[in-house]
C-alpha cells in the first residue's frame, strides 16, 4: 500500500499562487506516474497534471502556464505549484501515484489516492 498526504490547499484571492504538497509512504515502489486531480462541486474529477517516472510532465489545456508539476524523490513528495489562480481553479485537489507491474500478460497499474486538500479561489 501506499499512503499520501496532501497539504498547502487554502483560501486565495483571483490571481495569487499555492504550492500543494504530496508526500507518499509505505510500498513506494514501481511507481509508473503521479498526477494531480481536483474536483469542483457538482463536477466530476478531472486531470489535472502528470508527471511520468522519467520526468515527463503533462497539463490540462485549463492551466497550462499557470501550474507546474514537480518531484522531490528524496523525499517522496510530488508538488504542484499554482499561480495566476482564478475562481474556475476552486476545487478539492487530490494527490495520485500509479504503481505499474509488468506480468508476462501485460501491464496492470494501481492507483493510490489522498484525501484531498481544498483550494478556493477568492474573485
Known amino acids: 500500500q501506499v499512503q499520501l498526504v496532501e497539504s498547502g490547499g487554502g483560501l486565495v484571492q483571483a490571481g495569487g499562487s499555492l504550492r500543494l504538497s504530496c508526500a507518499a509512504s509505505g510500498n513506494i515502489f514501481n511507481i509508473n506516474s503521479m498526477g494531480w486531480h481536483r474536483q469542483a462541486p457538482g463536477k466530476q474529477r478531472e486531470l489535472v497534471a502528470t508527471i511520468s517516472s522519467g520526468g515527463s510532465t503533462n497539463y490540462a489545456d485549463s492551466v497550462k502556464g499557470r501550474f507546474t508539476i514537480s518531484r522531490d524523490n528524496d523525499k517522496n513528495t510530488v508538488y504542484l505549484e499554482m499561480s495566476s489562480l482564478k475562481p474556475e481553479d476552486t476545487a478539492v485537489y487530490y494527490c495520485?501515484?500509479?504503481?505499474?507491474?509488468?506480468?508476462?500478460?501485460?501491464?496492470?497499474?494501481?492507483?493510490?489516492w489522498g484525501q484531498g486538500t481544498q483550494v478556493t479561489v477568492s474573485s
Open positions: 495520485r501515484w500509479t504503481r505499474r507491474v509488468v506480468f508476462v500478460w501485460g501491464p496492470q497499474d494501481s492507483d493510490y
